[in-house]
């Protein structure tokens, strides 16, 4: 059967193609696929040809967000059922290197991440009208919930990793850098998590106006000068910040506003930054990372399936598979855009 993809050569060369989709294999279902997200590094491989040293060495289907129907189940496959809707988990750990034995999959050494060019040859993605997968990376969503809000499974997972790595956030003081779609699914799993008051920061309006919606108790655009400066008073006030930008005057904003031995949970990806040590030091400052997600993403799909998080605010834009380039445009405007999808299906 004949499928349509989304398949990138390089640098602003994106194209609606059609290739074969065979049939589901043991232990695998075929998926009709019904929405796809756009995400920060889908949109950095389009605009620039990659991000730091990851590059698009050759072509790649896009994509790794999504939702899908079950189409077709192989051999061996129990728990899913035709016509079921499904989050597809893009994350495929060896299961066997030295830091999976350890129970730390999210480092695996043979990591496969649907739709990134990190690897040759690249592991291909999920904008496609149809697509083959192992069954264990199908997650049912149960509920309310659209196949729209479905594709946010992933997303949703990365936000609820980060928010895990800043330990129990109950009554906490947060402060979200960063009013992304990114920034915004963290303001909302901070919020569910338990987080006392939510102050979240960005450049542009457009993106501050759906803070509200998704949990934040308060929004400041920081284009304004010394917009946090009543938050750095005497060492700064916040007991978590989750720098989610990867702005160089935002990480150091996070450093300034944190109070002594807070935590900053770096969210956003960049190349090399200058990190203003002196405040790391002498305020006693933890600072951690925060990379993809593992047993997140079935609590993800929970989550959207009952709306105990609601995705739906941060959804902006939609387009049909054919308009994938019109997609693409569009995501790169963050006047307008937050979470932009195509229809997959």
């Not at 904003?253 to 969210?267: C, E, H, K, L, N």
Request: proline share 7%; hydrophobic share 40%.
């Amino acid at each position: 059967m004949l499928t349509k993809i989304v398949r990138l050569y390089g640098k602003q060369d994106l194209h609606v193609e059609t290739q074969e989709c065979p049939e589901p294999g043991p232990g695998e279902v075929r998926l009709k696929m019904a929405w796809g997200g756009i995400c920060g590094s889908d949109l950095h491989y389009f605009q620039d040809g990659g991000f730091g040293p990851v590059r698009v060495r050759e072509p790649i289907i896009s994509g790794h967000e999504a939702s899908g129907y079950v189409d077709a189940i192989g051999p061996g496959v129990t728990g899913l059922a035709p016509g079921m809707l499904v989050a597809v988990n893009p994350s495929q750990p060896c299961g066997h290197c030295r830091h999976c034995d350890i129970g730390q999959p999210i480092h695996c050494l043979e990591m496969k991440f649907m739709g990134s060019a990190m690897r040759l040859p690249h592991e291909q993605g999920m904008f496609r009208e149809q697509l083959i997968v192992p069954a264990p990376q199908c997650l049912p969503v149960e509920g309310e919930a659209s196949a729209a809000e479905a594709a946010c499974a992933e997303p949703l997972a990365v936000c609820l990793h980060a928010v895990a790595q800043a330990g129990d956030l109950a009554g906490k003081n947060v402060l979200v850098t960063g009013a992304g779609p990114i920034g915004l699914l963290v303001v909302a799993a901070a919020r569910y998590a338990g987080a006392g008051r939510i102050t979240v920061t960005d450049l542009a309006d457009a993106a501050l106006s759906r803070g509200p919606a998704m949990g934040a108790d308060e929004t400041i655009n920081v284009s304004k000068p010394d917009a946090l400066a009543p938050y750095q008073k005497d060492k700064g006030s916040f007991d978590v910040v989750f720098e989610c930008s990867a702005a160089g005057p935002a990480l150091v904003s996070a450093f300034q506003s944190v109070r002594p031995r807070g935590t900053i949970v770096q969210v956003g990806v960049t190349g090399d930054l200058s990190i203003p040590v002196n405040m790391l030091v002498g305020k006693e400052i933890t600072w951690r990372g925060s990379q993809r997600f593992h047993e997140e993403f079935a609590r993800a799909a929970e989550l959207i399936g009952s709306r105990a998080i609601d995705v739906r605010p941060i959804l902006s834009h939609t387009f049909p598979i054919d308009e994938a380039l019109a997609a693409f445009l569009q995501a790169g405007d963050r006047t307008a855009a937050c979470k932009v999808q195509i229809a997959l299906g």
